[in-house]
């Protein structure tokens, strides 16, 4: 399956996730605290190839780069992220998968685009 590391930069942070594979159906996953994108790996392995599967590295784990000094993260921040991830990457409809901490993102993301 074909994976890419990519980056979203937005408000000068940068949001990286994995792209695998190529498929119409996606699939957008959030790790738990003290993890990373690599958590997903071996379920990449395992997805059918008519799937996407995009898995982020939340701020402060990973490679993603929080520049805001101590500044928290707030669901304004993220609700505005969201909307440019999805417009940049033209994902039109998607599933969400997380735990722990993850599942907070995962229903942050949904708020912030519920139709989708």
């Known amino acids: ?3 890419s590391h990519n980056f979203l930069t937005y408000d000068a ?3 990286h ?3 695998a594979g190529h ?3 996606t699939i957008l ?3 738990g605290f003290g993890q990373n994108h690599q958590t997903f790996e071996k379920l990449v392995g395992f997805v059918p190839a008519d799937y996407t599967i995009y898995s982020f590295d939340i701020f402060f784990h990973g490679e993603s780069k929080w520049n805001k000094g101590e500044q928290l ?3 304004e ?3 505005n992220l969201w909307v440019e991830f999805l417009a940049q990457t033209q994902i039109e409809k998607y599933s969400l998968i997380g ?6 993102f995962v229903l942050a993301s949904y708020m912030a685009s519920p139709k989708k």
Do not use: A, I, R
């Open 99 to 104: 735990f722990s901490m993850g599942g907070k």
């Open 29 to 31: 996953v959030f790790h």
């Open 1 to 3: 399956m074909q994976v």
């Open 77 to 79: 921040f993220w609700n």
């Open 23 to 25: 498929g119409p159906k």
């Open 13 to 15: 942070c940068q949001l």
């Open 17 to 19: 996730y994995v792209k």
């Open 73 to 75: 993260l707030k669901k």
